[in-house]
């Protein structure tokens, strides 16, 4: 996993967890790896995927059984979702809407160009490994 500079390296942990389950890696219901595994994995220092851990379960992602680890609890996808599009909505889209305003840049313009990166994306998600 490659670590950007500007979020805490515990949220980009809860984010790649996320991630893994949005794109169907991770079932509901299913053990994560250990910390320690995890810590390993990513290269990290245990605390800080316990500290990872720690918010997912606040959040009611993941929950914890005492001596047999992490898991996604039932509800985990929708949560990730809803909390994910509200992230959008609240911090993405009014940095885009500033940058428009100062650039100039029309909504329609936006849209044509977001309706043609999906697109393309998902072409290239459904296209037959060659």
Do not use: H
């Amino acid at each position: 996993m490659e670590f950007q500079n500007n979020n805490p390296i515990f949220l980009q942990i809860v984010d790649w967890i996320c991630d893994k389950v949005l794109k169907g890696e991770l079932q509901i219901g299913q053990q994560l790896p250990s910390v320690r595994d995890l810590a390993v994995q990513l290269e990290v220092n245990p605390n800080t995927v316990q500290r990872s851990i720690e918010r997912l379960i606040a959040q009611d992602i993941v929950v914890t059984q005492r001596g047999k680890g992490n898991y996604l609890t039932a509800d985990a996808f929708s949560r990730i979702e809803d909390f994910r599009r509200q992230r959008l909505l609240d911090e993405a889209l009014p940095k885009l809407a500033d940058e428009m305003m100062l650039l100039g840049v029309k909504p329609a313009d936006v849209a044509d160009a977001l309706g043609n990166i999906i697109s393309r994306r998902q072409q290239a998600i459904t296209a037959p490994a060659q």
